[in-house]
């Protein structure tokens, strides 16, 4: 009978020897790694290969790959102002040059050239109309965003997520999507803001060149005074609520307390839809130093403004503003809150008078053009157009499937608020004294 051996782990060097067992396996993933890495880095390299030298050219394949996700137009104002919102006296597939006075700097046939990704148009709602007919004027406005959108199907998508807007870009459609501008639209009622987010808002500006009962606005930087403090403690609520929902906090238009309190208080990044750089043009509307380390940390998006008046003033000013002022903001933000902390949010329509080579909605590639010759990477630059914003986005959609156990707040403003005190636009079905 022949020997019968016996794997014992005395005699089998499978169990001798368990720490070369394991050094094989981990370099064996190591190598598999590598292996990885470089097939991915491979497919980059022939990836931006195939992308053009030419600066142009280049700015318009990435502007094809990620959509330019842009944070403030405001034709709907010009289709308020100039006709009432009657979409049928004026065809948005023609030349609006001539149709709004000084402004005129969006329609399709620009957007197109422009090569726009998504809109966030501009339900704007001005200061004059705050305790009288804010929350008509914010309805039209929505509805007229809507009309046109839904005017142009071959042009325009409404949408209200991020997935959303990829979805109209791989279309080959331009996402439209609701900003309110003015947290006085909401006529201090968490009601109308959630209504706001259900008829499609996604974001709100707190406030506009005007205090809201619960937050100031930027003129306060002026003289360095304060009405509620920068935000008061309903106002708080208010960002509470707009976490709760998945709307974006726009922070463009606010005092720079307002600013620190919103920053303090949130749950979710915010964004400044359309400001640009303090430290370059010293204009109380754009956006401090200390608040952009700020927004670096809540992960949010400042939107550089193409507005002349917030680019080119002291201490960098000069005679002409131009796109390459607009483009040292840009580099600016990136460098002190970092590129992932910077966006495009032109103010087209909103403003009477621009930079040289920014006249309009055509002229976007020639902006992203400057940035790839100052040496933006195309990463870089597709977080600029667009992934900055999107992820920001996608963040308060997470912060609001999150909060979904949360109840919706219902908390009052005081009437004994001093703007609520004396208004005689009320009419109070409630009277605390009898319950």
Not at 290 to 302: A, R
Not at 377 to 402: C, T, Y
Not at 405 to 432: F, I
Request: glycine content about 6%; overall charge negative; some cysteine.
């Amino acid at each position: 009978m022949a020997d019968i051996k016996v794997r014992t782990k005395e005699t089998d060097t499978w169990y001798r020897q368990p720490r070369n067992r394991w050094v094989i396996i981990g370099v064996t993933i190591a190598i598999l790694l590598l292996i990885i890495i470089i097939v991915v880095a491979v497919v980059t390299s022939k990836d931006s290969s195939k992308l053009s030298s030419d600066p142009l050219i280049r700015a318009q394949q990435l502007m094809k790959r990620v959509p330019l996700v842009d944070g403030h137009n405001d034709l709907p104002w010009q289709l308020k102002t100039n006709f009432d919102n009657r979409l049928g006296d004026i065809s948005l597939e023609e030349s609006t040059a001539d149709k709004f006075g000084e402004y005129g700097h969006t329609d399709i046939p620009r957007l197109r050239q422009g090569l726009i990704g998504a809109q966030f148009w501009a339900a704007y709602v001005s200061c004059e109309s705050q305790f009288k007919d804010a929350v008509r004027f914010v309805l039209e406005q929505i509805d007229v965003i809507k009309r046109f959108s839904a005017q142009y199907p071959d042009t325009f998508e409404f949408v209200t997520s991020v997935q959303g807007i990829w979805d109209a870009f791989n279309a080959g459609k331009i996402g439209s999507l609701i900003g309110v501008e003015g947290g006085h639209a909401i006529d201090s009622q968490l009601g109308n803001l959630r209504m706001l987010y259900e008829l499609g808002t996604r974001y709100m500006t707190i406030t506009h060149s005007c205090d809201t009962p619960w937050a100031d606005n930027w003129m306060h930087n002026i003289e360095n005074t304060t009405a509620s403090g920068g935000l008061s403690e309903w106002g708080e609520i208010v960002i509470h609520e707009m976490n709760r929902l998945g709307m974006l906090i726009d922070l463009s238009h606010v005092s720079f307390e307002t600013m620190r309190d919103v920053l303090r208080v949130t749950q979710a990044p915010v964004i400044f839809s359309h400001s640009s750089a303090f430290a370059i043009c010293a204009h109380n509307r754009n956006v401090p130093d200390d608040i952009l380390e700020k927004v670096k940390e809540n992960g949010g998006v400042v939107m550089v403004n193409f507005y002349d008046k917030y680019t080119n003033c002291p201490p960098l000013n000069q005679s002409v503003c131009d796109l390459q002022q607009v483009a040292d903001h840009i580099d600016y933000i990136k460098d002190v809150c970092g590129v992932d902390c910077v966006g495009i949010g032109s103010d087209y329509d909103g403003v009477p008078t621009l930079p040289v080579g920014l006249e309009d909605v055509s002229t976007f590639p020639d902006l992203i053009s400057e940035m790839i010759t100052r040496g933006w990477s195309d990463f870089d630059i597709e977080k600029l157009l667009g992934l900055n914003l999107l992820r920001a986005f996608e963040e308060n959609e997470k912060v609001r499937d999150q909060l979904q156990s949360v109840a919706p707040y219902d908390v009052q403003l005081s009437r004994d608020h001093s703007d609520e005190a004396n208004n005689t636009c009320r009419y109070e079905v409630y009277n605390p004294e009898d319950n």
